[in-house]
């Protein structure tokens, strides 16, 4: 899988770069617009993470671009703006999704990856690890191919550490995944711990061989056991 | 007291001084001109007797005021050469209609001396003069029936004047109190052609227009200032959370760069909060459409379930009618979240979150902290009645302004030991 990042702020496009080198994906930068104009007619990228504000245009022309010459990548637009007109017009140019600054990691992970995964559907849509499935569209997780009956959040959390294997998902970006970006007040994540450790049961009553760890108390990581 | 009321008590209070001079002044005016007047008739009707005392010498008798009003003595040469005409005023035993008795009344008597085939004699005329009581008393009453005169005239004139001239100005006035800054579109324009007042409103537009174009920029710049923020704040998040996955730190250094991250985090949050302030205010938001304000409110519920369930806070919804109401959709859900987040996160363990769906009102009640808050500053931005809570400040700031936007009423009650805040939408 090959990534084209287009971001004019060195500080964030190496971060955004190594993080998802993690992930195993070719990853290619790009500061400005005529950089990744060229970069992004000449190759083809599976996914190109793309700023709208950009020193030499915007990435809305680049989009603009790239539809006019039929270029089949996935755009995810990463932006400092939310105005309603720059996320309609960059979805309506054939943007897949619209990330507004500032984002966790692991939320642009799960983003690059639910993309990517959509973009490759072969008739099915799910994730796996060890000998768990997740069915998304079924909402399902199976263990050993035995149902496990999940709730909502605990399936959205799931979904979330699967996107983010064996990665750091801190409580903040969990909580904002799962209960909604604009949770003022929560400052104390401490109630989703105790989300953890339902799912933890879970998992561990059904034999998989998953397990979520918790890092430094900031947050968990899935691991394979 | 206004300006009618006003200057009628100053003017009804100077006139009562000038009037006052002025009778005593007409007074005596009067009396001089009525002595004046009397002495000049005293002066013809010697001139008269004398005449008619040298074909009838009968009068040189009449010694005594009888019926007459004149009487004539004899005197000697050398006191009648001395003599000169002399009026007095003197008082004299006469009897009016009203007297029982004859009463002395003033007089002015002329006193002169003429000759009369080589005698001399001495002559007193003398004519009733007006009553200098009564003339006080009738002056008196005539004043103060002028002052009251001019008092009501001088209402009726500045009632129907005043209100004339100064109606420019009151409209002025109206105008300005119902002016708003950054939504009311003119400024106030009164018509008028008195130079003070069109000074007045060419002052009172500057001063309008430089406030606004003030209030303005200051929008602005929260605004623009959220939006840089917000670059920087991602690069911290990134660069934070990647030291803390890929670092091999020890606890302690995990442990301050997991403190620097959640700060970072809540200056997430504030700028997100501000910026939101900003948007509601600049009405970016306005894609109004029906929106279920019970089914808002059942998603918030939702959302809040397990954070309520790990504070132990129990959540009930009562659904009396089936509200929708005409808004953005966005902000319906913000304004109410807000509400449903304070109920649980200012509540205490066991406590309780009553829900109330109404006709035209959602009303949020919730256990807490035994006195009640104080209504004037809770809406106010960066208002924290405890010091040690991490929220923005800005929650309840935010369902003001979404309710201000579309001229609905956001309250707080302190009732039977809850706390309950309620949004009328009518």
């Known amino acids: 899988m090959k990534l084209l990042i287009i971001e004019d702020e060195p500080g964030l496009r190496d971060a955004i770069s190594a993080s998802l080198a993690e992930e195993h994906f070719v990853i290619e930068t790009a500061g400005d617009f005529h950089t990744a104009l060229e970069k992004s007619l000449v190759y083809d990228y599976d996914c190109i993470i793309l700023d709208i504000m950009l020193p030499g245009g915007t990435g809305l022309q680049l989009l603009e671009h790239l539809k006019k010459d039929g270029k089949p990548a996935n755009v995810i637009i990463i932006s400092a703006r939310d105005a309603l007109d720059d996320k309609l017009t960059g979805l309506e140019l054939g943007a897949d999704d619209y990330l507004t600054k500032p984002f966790h990691l692991a939320e642009l992970t799960a983003r690059v990856k639910a993309v990517l995964r959509r973009k490759n559907l072969d008739g099915k849509n799910s994730l796996e690890a060890a000998n768990v499935v997740l069915d998304i569209n079924e909402r399902q997780l199976l263990v050993n191919e035995a149902n496990v009956p999940l709730n909502r959040k605990e399936f959205d959390i799931l979904n979330y550490f699967l996107l983010n294997k064996k990665r750091l998902v801190t409580k903040t970006a969990l909580a904002e995944h799962v209960w909604g970006d604009d949770i003022d007040q929560a400052d104390n994540f401490d109630f989703i711990y105790y989300q953890i450790k339902n799912l933890r049961k879970k998992l561990q009553a059904a034999g998989a061989d998953l397990e979520i760890v918790s890092v430094y108390g900031i947050g968990y990581k899935m691991e394979e056991k | ?426």
């Open chain 2, 1 to 426: 007291m206004t300006l009618l009321n006003r200057s009628l008590k100053y003017l009804s209070i100077s006139l009562l001084p000038v009037v006052s001079l002025w009778a005593v002044v007409f007074y005596f005016n009067m009396l001089d001109e009525i002595k004046e007047s009397v002495d000049e008739g005293l002066e013809n009707y010697k001139r008269l007797l004398i005449q008619k005392a040298r074909t009838s010498p009968e009068i040189l008798t009449k010694d005594r005021m009888g019926e007459n009003f004149f009487s004539v003595s004899e005197i000697s040469r050398e006191r009648a050469l001395s003599a000169r005409d002399r009026y007095v005023d003197t008082l004299i035993d006469m009897q009016d209609a009203d007297d029982e008795t004859p009463e002395p009344e003033p007089v002015r008597m002329l006193v002169t001396a003429f000759e009369q085939d080589g005698r001399y004699y001495t002559l007193h005329i003398i004519n009733p003069m007006v009553e200098e009581d009564d003339l006080i008393e009738e002056l008196f009453r005539e004043t103060i029936g002028l002052y009251l005169i001019l008092v009501t005239s001088i209402i009726l004139i500045n009632n129907f004047v005043l209100k004339r001239l100064w109606k420019p100005f009151y409209s002025l006035l109206q105008q300005l109190t119902q002016y708003r800054l950054g939504s009311s579109e003119h400024l106030p324009q009164a018509k008028t052609d008195t130079r003070e007042f069109k000074n007045l409103q060419q002052a009172v537009n500057i001063l309008l227009q430089h406030t606004t174009a003030t209030y303005e920029q200051q929008k602005q710049f929260i605004g623009n200032a959220s939006h840089e923020l917000r670059t920087p704040l991602a690069i911290a998040i990134s660069k934070l959370e990647l030291l803390l996955e890929k670092g091999n730190l020890d606890e302690v250094q995990a442990g301050s760069i997991s403190e620097v991250l959640q700060i970072v985090e809540r200056l997430v949050r504030l700028n997100k909060s501000l910026l939101l302030l900003a948007k509601i205010e600049n009405r970016q938001f306005l894609d109004n459409q029906a929106v279920s304000i019970n089914k808002i409110v059942r998603e918030g519920i939702n959302d809040l379930e397990e954070i309520a369930a790990f504070r132990n806070v129990h959540i009930s919804l009562k659904e009396t009618a089936q509200l929708s109401v005409r808004m953005d959709a966005a902000l319906a859900g913000v304004a109410v979240l807000n509400l449903l987040r304070n109920a649980v996160f200012h509540n205490v363990p066991d406590g309780m979150v009553h829900v109330h769906i109404l006709q035209h009102a959602v009303r949020v009640c919730n256990t807490g902290k035994t006195e009640p808050l104080i209504p004037e500053k809770i809406f106010t931005r960066f208002y924290k009645p405890d010091a040690g809570t991490a929220g923005t400040g800005l929650g309840l700031a935010i369902v003001k302004a979404v309710c201000g936007l579309y001229n609905f009423t956001v309250s707080y009650q302190f009732d039977e030991d809850m706390h309950c805040f309620e949004i009328s939408f009518a």
